[in-house]
């Protein structure tokens, strides 16, 4: 763009020069023309009296003028020729960009993996050039990741299976149909890759302060490895994690909040170690469901807000292994850690320095493990067990008082927080 002013420049100078010599050549034609026309001789073998000041200076003044007004003619139309030119390739960029949405939308929705694959790098390449409607490119991907994944079909079937499926409901059979598509998994993994590998803090073109709505989608085997979140919402709510793997590792959250609400992490192992959670509002865990391993080992929480309340921890281990909560607002109310080994070691809770404090976060949590919880050597009194426990029904309870109405947006930032 800035080669593309400086040529213009120099056109318009070289057409600026070139009226100037075009309007000393008509002059010096006029002038000597108009002494052969009505004198028969030239202007410089005319005699008579010298003319008066007054008169020398009219004539400088009305050159002067018309040259002036001949140089402004000149610019103003080639500043309006460059308008129309420039205004005319934006309008068929703006059309070519938006042939090529089309398309790559049109790929998204195709029958074969190969063909949604092509529109998942067709999206990501446009985004890469067309800054204006970058967000938009981005909320295609993540809305792809929203609809519904049945999973992949058995092995040997053709690439579309219908089965159908009775049940029994009272005195009425129910028909359930799935529909599956095989590469499924693969286009979604090659969607968060994608998107991963523009969050990197090294990416050739940044993804990082947009914002990533993945409310209700699926996601297999995601790995979010580095990737750094600094739009103004980022959202996981009521994302279903499957597969062998889900990793945060090392990722960063600056925005303004990141939801992960109802989340469910069905994934054998969830890595969110040495995480860096700095959103400007709040993080919340709220009722999210950890059913594997899960690590936050070493990971930061230094936010205003910061909710694990009604979170459930069922995998075989879980571990905060010097995790840090620098501020005052950590609730871990109703959160169940129901795993076979739970560990506190070295996590550091703001000005809580004794975790058998009542006003302590984990005082409201309920250990169904007491027994196999590693609270470290800081701070607990040799042999205290944690004493809150909760009934299923009082979690109830909780959830009625502390969520709102299943739906696919998390509230605005002005709902209350616990």
Same mark, same amino acid.
Request: net charge neutral; charged share 20%.
């Given at each position: 763009?800035?080669?593309?002013?400086?040529?213009?420049?120099?056109?318009?100078?070289?057409?600026?020069?070139?009226?100037?010599?075009?309007?000393? =050549?008509?002059?010096?034609?006029?002038?000597?023309?108009?002494?052969?026309?009505?004198?028969?001789?030239?202007?410089?073998?005319?005699?008579?009296?010298?003319?008066?000041?007054?008169?020398?200076?009219?004539?400088?003044?009305?050159?002067?003028?018309?040259?002036?007004?001949?140089?402004?003619?000149?610019?103003?139309?080639?500043?309006?020729?460059?308008?129309?030119?420039?205004?005319?390739?934006?309008?068929?960029?703006?059309?070519?960009?938006?042939?090529?949405?089309?398309?790559?939308?049109?790929?998204?929705?195709?029958?074969?993996?190969?063909?949604?694959?092509?529109?998942? =790098?067709?999206?990501?390449?446009?985004?890469?050039?067309?800054?204006?409607?970058?967000?938009?490119?981005?909320?295609?991907?993540?809305?792809?990741?929203?609809?519904?994944?049945?999973?992949?079909?058995?092995?040997?079937?053709?690439?579309?299976?219908?089965?159908?499926?009775?049940?029994?409901?009272?005195?009425?059979?129910?028909?359930?149909?799935?529909?599956?598509?095989?590469?499924?998994?693969?286009?979604?993994?090659?969607?968060?890759?994608?998107?991963?590998?523009?969050?990197?803090?090294?990416?050739?073109?940044?993804?990082?302060?947009?914002?990533?709505?993945?409310?209700?989608?699926?996601?297999?085997?995601?790995?979010?490895?580095?990737?750094? =979140?600094?739009?103004?919402?980022?959202?996981?709510?009521?994302?279903? =994690?499957?597969?062998?793997?889900?990793?945060?590792?090392?990722?960063?959250?600056?925005?303004?909040?990141?939801?992960?609400?109802?989340?469910?992490?069905?994934?054998?192992?969830?890595?969110?170690?040495?995480?860096?959670?700095?959103?400007?509002?709040?993080?919340?865990?709220?009722?999210?469901?950890?059913?594997?391993?899960?690590?936050?080992?070493?990971?930061?929480?230094?936010?205003?807000?910061?909710?694990?309340?009604?979170?459930?921890?069922?995998?075989?281990?879980?571990?905060?292994?010097?995790?840090?909560?620098?501020?005052?607002?950590?609730?871990?109310?109703?959160?169940?850690?129901?795993?076979?080994?739970?560990?506190?070691?070295?996590?550091?809770?703001?000005?809580?320095?004794?975790?058998?404090?009542?006003?302590?976060?984990?005082?409201?949590?309920?250990?169904?493990?007491?027994?196999?919880?590693?609270?470290?050597?800081?701070?607990?009194?040799?042999?205290?067990?944690?004493?809150?426990?909760?009934?299923?029904?009082?979690?109830?309870?909780?959830?009625?008082?502390?969520?709102?109405?299943?739906?696919?947006?998390?509230?605005?930032?002005?709902?209350?927080?616990?």
């Amino acid at each position: 763009m800035a080669r593309f002013r400086r040529g213009e420049r120099a056109s318009l100078a070289r057409a600026v020069v070139g009226t100037l010599l075009m309007v000393g =050549f008509i002059s010096v034609f006029a002038w000597l023309g108009l002494a052969q026309l009505f004198s028969r001789r030239w202007p410089w073998e005319l005699t008579g009296p010298a003319p008066s000041q007054s008169d020398i200076f009219k004539l400088a003044l009305g050159m002067a003028a018309a040259v002036g007004a001949t140089v402004a003619l000149v610019v103003n139309y080639r500043r309006q020729n460059h308008l129309e030119v420039d205004s005319a390739g934006q309008r068929d960029q703006i059309r070519l960009l938006t042939e090529r949405f089309g398309a790559a939308a049109a790929q998204l929705g195709g029958e074969q993996a190969a063909v949604r694959l092509a529109g998942v =790098f067709a999206l990501a390449a446009l985004a890469d050039e067309w800054e204006e409607r970058r967000q938009q490119c981005i909320d295609v991907l993540c809305g792809y990741l929203r609809l519904p994944y049945v999973g992949e079909p058995p092995a040997g079937h053709p690439e579309l299976i219908v089965e159908q499926q009775s049940s029994a409901d009272g005195l009425r059979q129910r028909s359930a149909t799935t529909s599956y598509r095989a590469g499924e998994r693969e286009v979604r993994q090659a969607i968060v890759n994608t998107i991963t590998e523009h969050l990197q803090a090294d990416a050739r073109i940044s993804w990082s302060s947009y914002d990533f709505d993945f409310d209700g989608a699926t996601l297999v085997n995601a790995s979010f490895h580095g990737a750094v =979140f600094a739009g103004a919402r980022t959202s996981f709510y009521a994302t279903t =994690f499957v597969g062998l793997r889900t990793t945060f590792n090392r990722a960063c959250f600056v925005g303004k909040s990141v939801w992960f609400i109802k989340a469910e992490f069905r994934t054998g192992d969830t890595d969110f170690t040495k995480v860096d959670f700095r959103p400007a509002n709040r993080i919340w865990f709220a009722g999210a469901s950890f059913l594997g391993d899960c690590s936050f080992d070493l990971s930061t929480f230094d936010s205003p807000t910061v909710g694990f309340d009604l979170v459930t921890f069922t995998g075989s281990e879980t571990d905060f292994f010097g995790v840090t909560f620098p501020g005052s607002g950590v609730t871990f109310t109703g959160a169940l850690f129901d795993s076979a080994r739970t560990s506190f070691e070295n996590t550091r809770f703001g000005s809580h320095a004794r975790v058998e404090s009542p006003d302590h976060p984990l005082s409201a949590a309920h250990f169904a493990t007491a027994g196999k919880v590693n609270w470290g050597s800081r701070g607990i009194t040799p042999g205290w067990r944690p004493t809150s426990r909760r009934t299923d029904e009082e979690r109830a309870r909780l959830n009625d008082s502390l969520f709102w109405p299943s739906k696919k947006s998390p509230p605005s930032a002005a709902a209350p927080a616990s």
